[in-house]
């Protein structure tokens, strides 16, 4: 029983582990697009097109995203607002994000 419970325990952290290296895939699928929005124009549609194509969805699905039409309207309003993965995970931009929220409820 033991051995089973250990096997268990393997196998739910390798999965875990494996569902954080694919979300690293989706931010790093993320932060091109941002780059090619910069630079080209046009990132909000690269990341649709990648997140439309069996590539894309299967790394959504392994990252533990399901693969749907508002995901992806979702991806491309953050391209879209041009705001780096790196940056938009930060503590820093999380609380002006808030403090801007609190400015608008308050004007």
């Known amino acids: 029983m033991r051995d089973f419970v ?11 582990r494996a ?5 690293a895939v989706v931010l790093a699928a993320l932060d091109d697009a941002i780059a090619d929005d910069k630079k080209y124009g046009n ?3 690269q990341i649709a097109r990648w997140a439309r194509s069996r590539d ?4 959504l ?10 995901v992806v309207q ?5 391209v879209g607002k041009g705001v780096r993965t790196s940056v938009a995970l930060s503590r820093e931009e999380s609380e002006r994000r808030h403090a801007a929220e609190l400015e608008a409820r308050a004007a």
């Not at 894309?56 to 790394?59: K, L, T």
């Not at 699905?61 to 508002?70: F, K, L, T, V, Y």
């Open 6 to 16: 250990d096997g268990t325990a393997y196998n739910n952290e390798q999965g875990n």
């Open 43 to 45: 990132g909000p549609e």
């Open 61 to 70: 699905s392994c990252a533990g995203i399901d693969p749907n039409e508002r």
């Open 56 to 59: 894309g969805r299967e790394v």
């Open 74 to 78: 979702g991806l491309m309003d953050f």
């Open 19 to 23: 569902r954080k290296l694919f979300a």
